[in-house]
Structure formats: C-alpha cells, structure tokens
C-alpha cells in the first residue's frame, strides 16, 4: 500500500528554522514528482514546493522562495522542506504530495497521493 508519512513538525520560533521529512514506501516513488501543501486555518491550501522526478526542477511559491528548500534523496525514499526564517504566517498543516507524471505541477490537485500532515506552529 503506498504511504507517506510526514514528520518534523512541531514548535519553531519566528527566525528559526524546521525541517520535514517525508518518508515514501509501498510503491517506487521514485518517478514521481513529490512535494508540499500546506494549509493554514480559513486558508485554501497552497502548494508551497515542488521537486521533479529527476531532481533537477523545483518549484516554489513566490512568497517563500529564498526561505524554503526543497530536496529529496532517492535512496532513502525521503523527501525534505528545509524551512528557514521562520514566519507566524507559516503556521499551517503540511501535506507531503506525491505526482505519478514525475514534472512539477503547482497544482496542488494534480498530486495523486497525500499524507496524513504535519502541523507547524510558528511562535514569536
């Protein structure tokens, strides 16, 4: 069965930083484009980064490029969001995504397959 499962998420202070992981297993994910929604509190959800198949195209919400990262290592079947500067605005559930075409889609709708989330509390 495939899954992923988030983690990392927790407490950050306002400038600090967090990092999550996504771990994937039940199926190769490896020709998957993967990436990360969030959804804040009476927000729609937004898709915050993207990372290709290939590793060699990300996407990012212009807001927050500069201040996360997203990267993934296939032998370990993980996917990470470094996520530095940390705002009070960045307090939102994550979702870790997972895309069966393997290109970045900004789309959060386009993903076929969701984890459970992650909540991130940004405090000042």
């Known amino acids: 069965q495939e899954q992923l499962e988030e983690s990392g998420g927790g407490l950050g202070q306002a400038g600090g930083s967090l990092r999550l992981s996504c771990a994937h297993s039940?199926?190769?994910?490896?020709?998957?484009?993967m990436g990360w929604v969030r959804q804040a509190p009476g927000k729609e959800r937004e898709c915050v980064a993207a990372i290709d198949w290939t590793a060699t195209t990300t996407y990012y919400e212009p807001s927050l490029k500069g201040r996360f990262t997203i990267s993934r290592d296939k032998a370990k079947n993980t996917v990470y969001l470094q996520m530095d500067s940390l705002k009070l605005e960045d307090t939102a559930v994550y979702y870790c995504i997972a895309g069966s075409k393997g290109a970045v889609e900004t789309r959060s709708t386009t993903y076929d397959y969701w984890g459970r989330g992650t909540q991130v509390t940004v405090s000042s």
């Open positions: 039940g199926r190769t994910f490896g020709t998957y484009a």
